[in-house]
């Protein structure tokens, strides 16, 4: 009697666990997954961004673009758009993906300016600008 209800536990918690796992797997099946393509919209030299496959309502991170090579006009990405006029921005931090989607990069010259006191070799100040502005 002691086997049978012990047979009885394992044979409720095995079909459990196959309920469980079954719900799951259907679960995946019904999941949708996406494609977000990354345009440079550049001609400069750089690493390659690869397509992400994002799951539905899931979020993606901002690419790490390097420019290798010359840049003599220090071109670096301002944003990310979700359109070739660049008139909606995607925030990375709040927007999630619900379609196949292309962001697109908008590029602009900034520039470092760092400044020193004396003879610091470490500036106190260093500031980001856009080309042809004061500072």
């Known amino acids: 009697m002691k086997k049978l209800k012990i047979l009885l536990i394992l044979l409720v918690a095995l079909l459990c666990f ?35 496959k994002v799951e539905s309502g899931g979020y993606i991170d901002e690419p790490s673009v390097a420019v290798r090579g010359e840049n003599p006009e220090q071109m670096q990405i301002v944003g990310w758009y979700e ?7 995607w925030d990375f931090d709040f927007d999630t993906v619900d ?3 292309t962001l697109y990069a908008k590029w602009e010259s900034r520039f470092t300016v760092n400044f020193y006191l004396g003879n610091r070799e470490t500036p106190v100040v260093t500031k980001v600008v856009k080309k042809e502005r004061t500072v």
């Open 18 to 52: 196959s309920i469980v796992s079954c719900g799951e797997a259907e679960s995946e099946k019904n999941s949708k997954f996406y494609t977000v393509h990354f345009e440079l919209c550049t001609d400069l030299p750089t690493n390659r961004i690869l397509d992400r």
């Open 99 to 101: 379609g196949n989607i």
């Open 83 to 89: 359109d070739e006029e660049y008139t909606a921005l």
